[in-house]
C-alpha cells in the first residue's frame, strides 16, 4: 500500500537538500525525499581536491554525453552530474559564487518577479557563514548552515602572480568576489579577480548534504530513500498525486497529499516531466506517452557556461612541484590525513573573477586561473604534469543560445538527448572572439610573462579574430553549469514555472533547481541553486500555511 506524504521531493541533491531542511523544520509536514544515488560517505567526496576522481566514477555520477554540437565542430562533450546524497555539490569544484546583481535583474525581467538582487541578496547572507582573514586572524561572519571559507592563506604561493597580472590589466583586486556592493569608480559592482572563496569547513567539502540534509535527517518527519529511480509523476485531474519509483528493482507508489517537488536538476527533471506526460505533446506521442498536459516549453531553454583553457610551462614552481610526482603526492596525503592542510585541502580553481571584454557595458566572462597544469586520462582520472605550468581559462559569461533536453524513449534508464545548441548566436560567437582578446591580453602582462617559460600549444598569442574562434570551436568546453530548462517566465508559452515555481497548469508540482533559473547567472551555479531552494522553500510554506493537514 502507498504512503502518503505532505510533501515529496525527487532529487537529494544542492537543492533537495536545502528543501528537505526547511519543510521539515516546523515539525508539522511529512517529507519524502527520494534520490537515484547512494551515500556521499566517501573519501575523494570529503578531499577537496578529489573531485577530479569523481569526475568520472558511475558510482555517484550519471556520466552524460551531450549530441555531436554544431556549435562546437560536432564534438560531443561530457556532461557530469552528481548521482549522490548532496548531488553535484558532493562532486563539484566547491566554488561559491553568488552571482552578479544584473544576474537577477534578469530574472525579473523574463518575469520571475520577486526574484532581484534585493530579494536574493537577503537569502545569500541567511544562508552563509563566511570563515574568513581579518587583521591577520580568522572570523566568522553569518550563521547560516553554509560554509563559505576564504582558503586564500593556504593558496599556492605562484597564485600571487594572477593577482599582479589583474592589476597589471587593470582590474581590482577583490577580497571577497561575493561582496558586489563596493564598485571604484571604474569599476561595476562584482567586477575584478580574487581567490576563489569554496564550501569547504575544516579542511573537507562541505556540500548541501552536510549543510542541510544531515540535520534534516535527524528529524522524525523526514523519509529519505536512496537508490531510488523516480519513473513519473503521478498526475490526477490536472494535479500532481504523488511518484512511481523503483528501488531494488521493485516498483514503489508514493502519494503527496500537498505538493510534489522536483529538484532532480537542469538534465533529470525536465526528462522526469516528459515521462510524466508533461511536457511538448508531439514528443510525447512519438514516444508513445500520453500527453497529460502540453507545456511545449518542458527541456527547451537550456543554458550552460562553455570555457577556454590554455595552459603555460612554468620557471618557478607551482603545484605540479607538489603533486607531479608519487612522492609529492604520497606526502601531500600523510599531510592532508594528520592536519588537514596542504595541497589536498584546497581546490584547484584558486584565483577567479567577472571581468569586462573590450566595449562590455557589463561584466561578461569569468576568468579562471590555476596553479597547475594536467590532463584528463581516458578513463576520465586526472594527470598533473611532471614539470611545472599553470592554467588560463576565460569563460564568457551571459550566454544568448539555447539548448534543449528531451527524452529519447520512453524508458526511464535511458538517458535524455542534451543539445546544448553552442555559439548558435552571433552575439555568443562575437563574445568568444572577444574573450579570446582578454586571454591574450591577460597571457602577455608583465606579471604572466615573468612566470612563463614557454607558452604551450596552442599559442593564443598570435591569433587573429577568425583563429580565436576557431580555437574556441575546438577547444572549448562545458563547466558544467547545465540550467533553465524548466525555467520561470511570464506564462506557458515562454517558460514551464510561474514565479512562485509552480508548473503552469498542474496544481501541487513545482520544479526548484536549476532548471528553474530564467537565465543562467554569471558564474558558477552551486551558490544559486541552493538559494533558490531556500527561497523556494519559503514559497511552499508560504501556501501552504492555512491548508489544513491531511489528517486534519
Not at 296 to 305: F, T
Not at 450 to 456: F, K, L, P
Amino acid at each position: 500500500m502507498a504512503q502518503t506524504f505532505d510533501f515529496i521531493i525527487v532529487g537529494a541533491g544542492s537543492a533537495g537538500c536545502v528543501l528537505a531542511d526547511k519543510l521539515t523544520q516546523n515539525g508539522r509536514y511529512k517529507v519524502l525525499l527520494i534520490e537515484a544515488g547512494g551515500t556521499d560517505r566517501r573519501f575523494w567526496i570529503r578531499i577537496p581536491v578529489g573531485y577530479g576522481f569523481t569526475f568520472s566514477d558511475p558510482a555517484v555520477n550519471w556520466r552524460y554525453s551531450a549530441a555531436p554540437d554544431p556549435g562546437l565542430n560536432g564534438r560531443e562533450a561530457y556532461w557530469p552530474r552528481g548521482k549522490v546524497l548532496g548531488g553535484s555539490s558532493s562532486i563539484n569544484a566547491m566554488a561559491y559564487v553568488r552571482g552578479l546583481p544584473h544576474d537577477f535583474e534578469d530574472w525579473v525581467a523574463a518575469g520571475a518577479a520577486g526574484w532581484g538582487w534585493d530579494s536574493v541578496r537577503r537569502s545569500y547572507e541567511a544562508l552563509e557563514t563566511n570563515d574568513e582573514w581579518q587583521g591577520g586572524n580568522r572570523r566568522l561572519r553569518g550563521s547560516g548552515p553554509v560554509r563559505v571559507t576564504d582558503l586564500s592563506e593556504r593558496m599556492h604561493p605562484f597564485a600571487r602572480n594572477f593577482l599582479a597580472a589583474a592589476q597589471d590589466m587593470g582590474w581590482p583586486v577583490l577580497e571577497d568576489m561575493n561582496a558586489a556592493a563596493d564598485a571604484g569608480a571604474n569599476t561595476l559592482p562584482g567586477e575584478g579577480m580574487g581567490y576563489v572563496r569554496s564550501t569547504v569547513k575544516d579542511g573537507r567539502r562541505w556540500s548541501s548534504a552536510d549543510a542541510f540534509l544531515r540535520p534534516a535527517m535527524t528529524r522524525g518527519n523526514l523519509t529519505v530513500v536512496s537508490g531510488a529511480l523516480v519513473e513519473k509523476v503521478l498526475t490526477s485531474g490536472g494535479r500532481a498525486t504523488g511518484v512511481a519509483y523503483r528501488t531494488k528493482g521493485l516498483p514503489e507508489l508514493a502519494l503527496a497529499a500537498r505538493e510534489v517537488i522536483l529538484s532532480a536538476g537542469a538534465v533529470n527533471t525536465p526528462q522526469l516531466l516528459q515521462l510524466s506526460g508533461i511536457g511538448p505533446a508531439a514528443l510525447l506521442r512519438r514516444h508513445g506517452i500520453a500527453v497529460k498536459h502540453d507545456l511545449p516549453q518542458v527541456g527547451q531553454g537550456l543554458q550552460d557556461h562553455l570555457a577556454v583553457s590554455h595552459f603555460f610551462w612554468a620557471n618557478t614552481a607551482t603545484l605540479n612541484d607538489r603533486l607531479g610526482s608519487l612522492a609529492g603526492q604520497m606526502r601531500a596525503g600523510l599531510q592532508y590525513v594528520l592536519t588537514r592542510r596542504g595541497p589536498l585541502s584546497v581546490p584547484v580553481n584558486q584565483c577567479s573573477g567577472f571581468v569586462r571584454t573590450q566595449g562590455a557595458a557589463l561584466p561578461d566572462v569569468q576568468v579562471y586561473c590555476n596553479p597547475a597544469s594536467y590532463s584528463t586520462r581516458p578513463s576520465g582520472k586526472p594527470q598533473i604534469d611532471r614539470d611545472n605550468g599553470f592554467l588560463l581559462c576565460v569563460q564568457p559569461s551571459r550566454p544568448t543560445s539555447r539548448g534543449q533536453i528531451a527524452i529519447q524513449s520512453a524508458d526511464p534508464v535511458q538517458a535524455p538527448l542534451i543539445a546544448p545548441n553552442s555559439l548558435a548566436t552571433e552575439e555568443d560567437k562575437a563574445t568568444a572572439v572577444r574573450a579570446g582578446r582578454l586571454l591574450q591580453a591577460l597571457a602577455s602582462t608583465p606579471a604572466i610573462t615573468s612566470v612563463t617559460r614557454e607558452r604551450r600549444a596552442p599559442d593564443i598569442i598570435g591569433m587573429d579574430d577568425e583563429a580565436l574562434l576557431e580555437n574556441f570551436r575546438t577547444r572549448a568546453g562545458t563547466v558544467f553549469h547545465a540550467s533553465c530548462t524548466c525555467r520561470m517566465g511570464h506564462d506557458a508559452a515562454d517558460s514551464v514555472l510561474d514565479a512562485r515555481l509552480r508548473v503552469h497548469g498542474v496544481a501541487g508540482l513545482r520544479v526548484i533547481d536549476a532548471s528553474s533559473f530564467p537565465n543562467v547567472t554569471s558564474g558558477n551555479t552551486n551558490a544559486p541553486t541552493m538559494m533558490l531552494a531556500a527561497r523556494g522553500a519559503e514559497l511552499v510554506l508560504e501556501d501552504n500555511e492555512n491548508r489544513p493537514l491531511a489528517a486534519e
